[in-house]
């Protein structure tokens, strides 16, 4: 049964913005095929990506918003089959967006350690090292509530054996943040490869020091797009 309806016009800008960003992850090596998926809260609905359809073949008829119960409010096709953890953030959190990846270095990252060392600066954007979620069946509620006790004071983890979940105020920050996310794992990997070496880590007053400066960095207009980081 189609449940389409007139959505509002914020939903259906919300869903070209959320359309661009997940194809923006396959064009950018974060994923390949359907694997991750991308949701944007909006009010008490979520847009969220549907399940095992190619993101270059949505279109705006394709819009599909769920509410925070995972209760089906308009579309036909099937969500994401990890609605349970992107609601899980929603329900927990201010979360505004949410990006899940399989991104290859991060997920080789989450497969040797618990929790990605401050080997740069701005692990302190993700609120400090992250920690890597216990492994879990895909699109469980384990799952779901593995990713919440990682995200405690954090906005990006890594999920074992999986992949990367951030999310953020917007969808741009939440896509930037995961990006970054996937280059220090490739950092901390390349650092750490070398033998008979460790790389040198950053402290929590140096991260608490870049923290301060991140909050005036870049432009202050509360609807200005939020840079990447110096």
């Known amino acids: 049964m189609n449940l389409r309806r007139r959505e509002p016009v914020t939903w259906r ?40 359809v190619p993101y270059d073949r949505l279109g705006p008829r394709d819009l599909l918003a769920v509410d925070l119960d995972g209760r089906r409010l308009t579309g036909s096709l099937p969500p994401t089959s990890e609605l349970p953890m992107h609601l899980a953030v929603y329900r927990e959190t201010g979360a505004a967006a949410i990006v899940h990846t399989h991104a290859v270095h991060a997920t080789a990252v989450s497969t040797l350690v618990d929790e990605l060392p401050a080997i740069h600066y ?16 895909y699109g469980s509620e384990e799952l779901a509530a593995h990713a919440l006790a990682a995200l405690r004071g954090r906005s990006g983890c890594l999920l074992r054996n999986h992949g990367t979940l951030v999310h953020g105020p917007d969808l741009r920050r939440a896509f930037e ?6 280059w220090m794992c490739r950092l901390w990997l ?15 007053g140096q991260l608490a020091e870049v923290a301060d400066r991140l909050r005036t960095y870049g432009p202050q207009d509360p609807a200005a797009p939020a840079p990447n980081g110096p």
Request: charged letters at 15%; zero cysteines.
């Open 13 to 52: 800008r919300a869903w070209r913005e959320l359309l661009g960003t997940a194809r923006r992850t396959v064009t950018e090596g974060l994923v390949v095929g359907t694997s991750g998926n991308v949701s944007v809260r909006l009010g008490e609905a979520v847009l969220v990506t549907p399940s095992g």
């Open 122 to 137: 701005m692990t302190a954007a993700l609120g400090g090292p992250v920690r890597v979620a216990p492994y879990a069946t």
């Open 177 to 182: 943040h995961t990006a970054q996310l996937e």
């Open 190 to 204: 390349a650092a750490s490869s070398v033998p008979g070496r460790a790389p040198t880590l950053l402290g929590p």
